[in-house]
């Protein structure tokens, strides 16, 4: 079992949708987790860091589920501009993190 | 803000050529890292300096050395290239444990 997974994807959209990813981890350690956001093999960018009880930034909430091992993305009224790739981050509260593959979003005008 | 910056942005190498890949980030961050990214797969760790004067391994080390020299400047080096190392690598800082990462925008390289 991968330690970070998500499903790659694609998910089509149209825009002013809803659509939510989730990310699930195997080690139930972790500590921290992010939401990067990577465009056409860029360099990710920090989307949000996701807490315990939740957060919402915009159009954007994220959630934790420590006792089923995920979290998850939530975009509201989706644009154009969110077509990009999703990474899941994961971290066990040492140095290293974990990134998972990434689920792809294509917003569709 | 420059924040994190790699050079080269691009690079093309024979097989068995040496090669010095540069990042330094204006941070002040204690943490940095080495990633290589390829087509279908996550960012894979080579390399992590959790603080000046400390480096360690990651998930993919072989043939890849590092240097953290100083707080601002981590460098990758190929000492003798191989088209398996063809890829994107992006160098990271962070500012500690629990800390998100912030990433250079990568060097691409192809080794022929």
């Known amino acids: 079992r991968k330690e970070v997974e998500q499903d790659p994807g694609p998910f089509n959209v149209p825009e002013g949708a809803t659509v939510a990813f989730n990310c699930t981890y195997s080690?139930?350690?972790?500590?921290?987790f992010f939401w990067y956001r990577q465009d056409c093999r860029k360099e990710p960018k920090l989307l949000m860091s996701v807490y315990s009880s939740g957060n919402e930034d915009g159009r954007f909430t994220a959630q934790l589920n420590r006792a089923s091992q995920y979290i998850s993305l939530l975009i509201r009224d989706s644009k154009l501009s969110d077509s990009a790739t999703y990474l899941c981050?994961?971290?066990?509260?040492?140095?290293?993190?974990?990134f998972g593959t990434g689920t792809r979003l294509k917003v569709l005008a | 803000n420059a924040g994190v910056t790699q050079t080269p942005k691009f690079q093309v190498l024979k097989t068995g050529q040496s090669m010095t890949l540069q990042c330094a980030q204006d941070?002040?961050?204690?943490?940095m890292y080495w990633y290589r990214q390829d087509p279908g797969m996550g960012l894979r760790l080579i390399y992590y300096?959790?603080?000046?004067?400390?480096?360690d391994k990651g998930e993919v080390p072989n043939g890849y050395n590092v240097s953290r020299l100083n707080k601002r400047e981590f460098s990758l080096r190929l000492e003798s290239a191989a088209p398996s190392q063809t890829s994107v690598y992006f160098c990271?800082?962070?500012?500690?444990?629990?800390?998100?990462?912030?990433f250079g925008d990568g060097t691409r390289l192809s080794i022929l």
């Open positions: 990271a800082s962070s500012g500690g444990l629990n800390q998100p990462q912030h």
């Open positions: 981050v994961v971290s066990p509260g040492t140095y290293k993190y974990i």
């Open positions: 941070m002040n961050h204690n943490s």
């Open positions: 300096s959790a603080s000046e004067g400390t480096t």
């Open positions: 080690n139930s350690a972790s500590q921290s």
